[in-house]
């Protein structure tokens, strides 16, 4: 579910988000997230659980917001002055904050409420910062990478196994997903174009028959 | 949260399970999922609410159970009569399946539940297709792809962009992923070893301050 619209703009709507996103912040470092309720966290926000509700929606819409917030990027990706270094901080900063506990908690509520809207801002970051690598590569006359490419060969396997639970990430298992993409022909490594299939979604295997 | 120790074995205990289960899934078909309810669930299943309760813990882990089940392949990979055209069968209607929007719910209930039990078993039912599969080629004579290689850069691209919303998943772009994996040589096509890496989730960087 998406943040409601038609939210106030400015002073007191803002005042309320910051209160709301403090309160959860606070309350999940004391008290085991799953036994968070709205009426908990608007009394220690000091609103109404009407407030939140009005905002939100539920609980799992706003603990997606504020999992949103803490995964939204303070600084640009760090300039190491080469291309290659400068991917290689980023998804190894990218791994390690993405595997820890605290990262596991926040991107399951990031995937809690229905809809993209949250897992949609996400992927937008980790984007964004491909995005400025690049921009940093060209302006030093450096090659760059595809940015796709990344996301599905590099960012996608880390994020796989982090949900799934399936293997341990080490530094080695990262920079192996690198090299494999820093090494392939430009042409092989290009994905196919992003075409639209009408219909592709169109039947529903797992329905109910 | 795992599915609590210590239900009774048998008879009424596989009655429960199968009378819960078929309750969620017979309201999940009439009401909005976010709107199902313990007490709602076991007036459905003809049970006590705390029965659900002692049993799967909280809603969460209910659906994240029910979700597994409807995931639990019920056959084989489709045998081809040859490896690659097994792999791209069996790819393409993962995809289908899990980018459906009954997919996608399935997928939002596995990983909503903290812990690692529901995804974990999600992950091994597409590691038990993919090794069927290469038993088969191998019995065959074929050479094999790398299970491993073909979760990295096929299923976790997918997973991926289902989850993130980020792109539309068609035919051409699930062949592409088949193909790069199939066209990479030998050496560089197998990822770095499952070391463990001690004190890999020593640090949390996302840890509040």
């Known amino acids: 579910m998406a943040v409601k619209e ?3 703009v400015g002073g007191r709507s803002a005042r309320i988000q910051s209160a709301v996103h403090d309160a959860v912040r606070r ?26 509700y009005r905002r939100w929606g539920d609980l799992a819409a706003l603990l997606a917001d504020v999992a949103v917030e803490r995964l939204r990027p303070i ?24 595997s820890s506990p605290v990262g596991r908690a926040l991107v399951r509520d990031v995937f809690s409420p ?15 910062h491909l995005t400025t690598i690049v921009s940093r590569a060209k302006a030093r006359g450096e090659a760059a990478f595809d940015i796709d490419e990344v996301i599905d060969h590099v960012v996608a396997p880390i994020i796989y196994h982090i949900l799934y639970g399936d293997r341990e990430l080490t530094l080695d298992y990262c920079h192996a997903l690198l090299d494999r993409v820093q090494s392939m022909p430009a042409e092989t490594a290009r994905p196919a174009s992003r075409s639209l299939s009408p219909g592709a979604r169109s039947r529903d295997p797992l329905a109910p028959q």
Chains 1, 2 share one sequence.
Do not use: H, K, N, W
């Open 6 to 8: 038609r939210v106030r």
């Open 27 to 52: 309350l999940s470092a004391e008290t085991d997230r799953d036994e968070l309720t709205v009426p908990q966290i608007a009394a220690e926000a000091g609103v109404t659980p009407s407030t939140i």
């Open 75 to 98: 600084a640009d990706p760090e300039d190491t002055g080469a291309v290659t270094s400068d991917l290689r901080a980023f998804i190894e900063q990218f791994m390690e904050e993405m």
């Open 114 to 128: 229905p809809g993209e809207t949250y897992p949609v801002q996400c992927g937008g970051f980790t984007r964004e």
